[in-house]
């Protein structure tokens, strides 16, 4: 079962209050600090909206949007899951570029549906069998892709790392612990 | 002195390049003087696109300036203006909107792209206390027959004189350095390094017929031809410039 999103814990944050086009560095240094400010503690889901964007240089993205999931990607606290929303195919590949050199990666929301950028065929894949089984552990993704279980174990700490899968710690059938991993409802 | 005397023809790139020249001179305590164009088309344009106004504070006006009744062609030109760190958002933006109400939007977001990492390198790598210009024009194409816009930012930082190579672990200076620059430098690693490189890719995409991009910087230049398979040439020129010079042209359909 697919996560669903709790509205009482949800924020939108406007990317394009600022300004239509997005160009320097020193403006992606400010859009982080305020996005950083507009997030309470406890948020679920922060949604990180571009409707407004007309157009970003790769510079102010790598600025703001990578430095902020960077930082998302070497710690456990924040948002449990973040998504990106209201690009169009510049904003788009602007981000790609960005995340590509860092090997980062995104979640957006894609009319119905959520997707991943700047991702590889592989995770893309692991991604959607993800959000088809909801919620699921490690081992299960490793016996339906027919890899190893630290390999699934590897694709799925980049997916927590984007905060595009939400990872819990559980207790296995035979006992132990074990990671549960749920994808986002859309 | 700047000699403008036998121009025929001005782009963006002179007009910004005049200004920033005669502006680098006068803080270097030097007398400025500028020999208007004999063309009176030519030197109308000049005062038309603010160079004369720009540089009237500092410098001798040599010649016979027209006066001129201005319209507001904000619509498909950017007069010189100096971008500082402070102002350069709004120029980016003007020219962004610019940009897309005349290019559509696909064309105008790629265009938009390569001038604001232009323009951000001018006011960050490339800051001086003199601070850098800009000039920009839609060209209709009814001249020329190739419509297209045109953009230029002239710098007197430091220029890209020194760009650390990876390769052979020295720092390269005037072609080699531009070369490197243009493809990114040692910063990719650092996620840095973005500019230069991508104007290649943007410069194809958005239903652009691509474009030219020229940095001139020290005593070297380049120019790249921004195509599907881009090309580029890196050479040594006799006249070194103070900082960097960007000029770009984006083909439109």
């Known amino acids: ?186 | 002195m700047l000699d403008a005397r036998g121009l025929q023809w001005v782009s963006p790139l002179e007009l910004a390049a005049i200004v920033s020249m005669g502006t680098v001179a006068a803080a270097d305590g030097r007398d400025v003087h500028l020999l208007v164009p004999q063309d009176p088309k030519i030197a109308s344009y000049l005062v038309r696109m603010n160079v004369v106004e720009l540089l009237k504070p500092f410098a001798e006006i040599d010649g016979s300036v027209p006066s001129q009744g201005r319209r507001d062609h904000s619509d498909k030109l950017l007069e010189v203006a100096k971008v500082t760190p402070t102002n350069v958002e709004d120029i980016s933006e003007t020219l962004g909107e610019l940009v897309r109400t005349r290019l559509g939007a696909d064309a105008g977001r790629a265009a938009f792209r390569s001038l604001g990492e232009l323009l951000s390198n001018a006011t960050t790598h490339g800051f001086s206390k003199t601070g850098a210009f800009t000039a920009a024009q839609l060209y209709s194409g009814a001249l020329s027959r190739t419509p297209g816009f045109e953009f230029a930012v002239c710098d007197s930082g430091a220029g890209i004189q020194k760009v650390p190579s990876d390769a052979s672990n020295q720092e390269l200076e005037g072609p080699p350095a531009l070369e490197l620059a243009l493809n990114g430098g040692n910063r990719r690693a650092e996620g840095r390094g973005h500019g230069l490189p991508n104007l290649w890719r943007q410069a194809i995409r958005g239903g652009n017929k691509g474009g030219e991009l020229m940095l001139r910087s020290g005593d070297a230049v380049a120019t790249a031809k921004l195509r599907p398979e881009p090309t580029s040439i890196c050479s040594r020129v006799a006249e070194p410039v103070n900082g960097t010079w960007a000029w770009l042209r984006v083909r439109v359909p």
């Open chain 1, 1 to 186: 079962m697919q996560v669903k999103p709790d509205p009482a814990t949800t924020v939108t944050y406007d990317v394009g209050q600022h300004r239509a086009f997005l160009s320097t560095r020193e403006r992606g240094r400010k859009v982080l600090h305020d996005l950083e400010d507009h997030i309470p503690p406890g948020t679920s889901l922060l949604v990180i909206n571009f409707a407004d964007v007309e157009a970003m240089t790769v510079s102010f993205t790598d600025e703001f949007l990578r430095k902020y999931y960077s930082t998302l990607a070497t710690q456990d606290d924040g948002p449990t899951s973040v998504l990106v929303t209201g690009l169009n195919n510049d904003t788009r590949e602007t981000i790609v570029i960005a995340f590509e050199r860092r090997e980062l990666l995104a979640q957006e929301r894609l009319g119905d549906d959520l997707v991943l950028l700047a991702a590889s065929d592989v995770l893309s894949d692991t991604f959607k069998l993800a959000r088809m089984l909801g919620t699921f552990t490690a081992t299960t993704v490793a016996e339906q892709l027919g890899i190893s279980a630290p390999n699934a174990n590897n694709r799925l700490k980049r997916l927590v790392a984007a905060r595009a899968l939400v990872r819990r710690r559980g207790v296995a059938e035979r006992g132990g612990k074990e990671f549960t991993y749920s994808a986002l409802e859309a």
